[in-house]
């Protein structure tokens, strides 16, 4: 039996998110002790480049997201795939600080969303409708197993060669691999390619401008559908990733020990591993809008029960929930995104989410440290997530409506 390739897809999106986010945002951490002492650098010196990153990252979504909608995703990936393994080169040989958080904000921003962050869920939608929570849910594993696969190996990677040896090694591998990755992909179903269960082809083809024109920027701007999904999500995302900073220094400040607290990440890991598995598994099954909604409540009482937390056993508890349902809001996200906007619109509006949805997160996490200094507990700032949840989820439930009431027209 001919399996659809648009499963095929799937596995090439697992693949880049693991090797790409791994050796990226989730590898910044190992580097940030050899660097800091090759340069003479404080630890809040060196973490400046996890932030040029993230906005390099923010900037380049919106824009990278248009371009997929008119070009192919797939020559994206690849002029990405080179960039990237050129940044890295770059960023081992240079002793040029400015030069450095150049690269990174450019250089390996802009070419880690084009070679997966945006252009991997842009590929699925086209590929999808039927599955496509599934599809989805199953790429996603990929941001799960780059922490997993990835990072032990650039540990022992730079053990054995040095930092900057490490970088070339994987600038050099990663990229000649997510070149391939581009080069076995297909930008979109052809005539011969049906989703089973479907008894049409997804529409699109190898050049998906072909076949329809996505909506302008500002028209998909002004449609208040697209609101309803990108600010409840940015709200979602923000407190997933505040709380993720925030959980291990609130734990030993409730008497737990070092390696207790930082259990609690291997217990979010774990939970989000699994909820992402079962909105796989049933995501397609449930309608997405109440289904995202019902995720913002959780993440909103997971947080919320965090006040009433005293002791290892109800904080694990609390933080598994969270994680449970911070690994099934990003597909949530993603396919309610797709279905609202279609295959078309798909990249330019998960771009521009995107953007929104880290200027939010950096607001917050800067809210959560405030609350602390201010008050020496987070008490304040679980009561304000647990509020911004319950809005998220009310804020999603309009979407439906909106959509029937304001139709996407090019």
Do not use: K
């Not at 529409?203 to 072909?210: K, L, N, V, W």
């Not at 598994?320 to 993603?334: C, D, E, R, V, Y």
């Amino acid at each position: 039996m001919r399996i659809y390739f648009g499963w095929w897809i799937v596995a090439i999106t697992v693949l880049v998110y693991t090797l790409a986010i791994g050796a990226s945002i989730q590898a910044y951490g190992v580097f940030v002790l050899p660097v800091s002492e090759a340069f003479g650098l404080s630890r809040a010196e060196t973490n400046t480049g996890a932030i040029a990153l993230n906005i390099g990252m923010a900037l380049a979504a919106p824009l990278i997201g248009r371009l997929a909608d008119r070009h192919s995703a797939r020559l994206i990936m690849a002029i990405s795939a080179l960039v990237f393994a050129g940044s890295f080169v770059v960023l081992a040989l240079s002793d040029n600080l400015w030069l450095s958080t150049l690269v990174l904000t450019v250089g390996v921003g802009g070419s880690l969303v084009g070679a997966g962050t945006v252009t991997s869920p842009v590929l699925v939608a086209r590929w999808f409708t039927v599955h496509r929570g599934r599809a989805m849910a199953i790429s996603s594993i990929g941001v799960s197993l780059g922490a997993i696969v990835v990072i032990p190996l650039i540990g022992l990677l730079i053990e054995a060669v040095g930092w900057r040896q490490c970088l070339v090694v994987l600038g050099l591998g990663v990229g000649a691999i997510l070149l391939l990755l581009a080069a076995l992909a297909r930008n979109a179903p052809g005539p011969n390619d049906v989703e089973p269960g479907s008894d049409h082809t997804v529409p699109g083809d190898e050049t998906p401008a072909a076949a329809a024109t996505p909506l302008a920027m500002g028209r998909l701007l002004q449609l208040p559908q697209f609101w309803t999904i990108a600010v409840p999500s940015a709200l979602a995302f923000a407190i997933i990733t505040t709380n993720i900073v925030s959980i291990v220094p609130f734990a030993q400040g409730q008497g737990l020990s070092v390696t207790e607290g930082a259990s609690a990440m291997s217990v979010y890991g774990a939970a989000a591993l699994l909820g992402t598995l079962l909105y796989a598994w049933l995501g397609d099954r449930l309608p997405r809008v109440p289904t995202f909604a019902a995720l913002c409540l959780l993440l909103g009482v997971a947080t919320g029960l965090l006040l009433t937390a005293h002791g290892y056993a109800p904080i694990m508890a609390y933080v598994f929930l969270m994680g449970m349902a911070g690994g099934a809001i990003t597909p949530g996200f993603l396919a309610l995104l797709a279905d609202a906007f279609g295959a078309i619109n798909f990249g330019s509006a998960a771009g521009t989410a995107s953007f929104l949805s880290t200027f939010v997160s950096a607001i917050m996490i800067r809210f959560g440290g405030e609350v602390f200094d201010r008050t020496g507990s987070y008490d304040a700032m679980f009561v304000s997530f647990f509020g911004l949840a319950l809005a998220a989820a009310a804020l999603v439930l309009s979407t439906t409506t909106l959509s029937r009431r304001y139709a996407l027209e090019a």
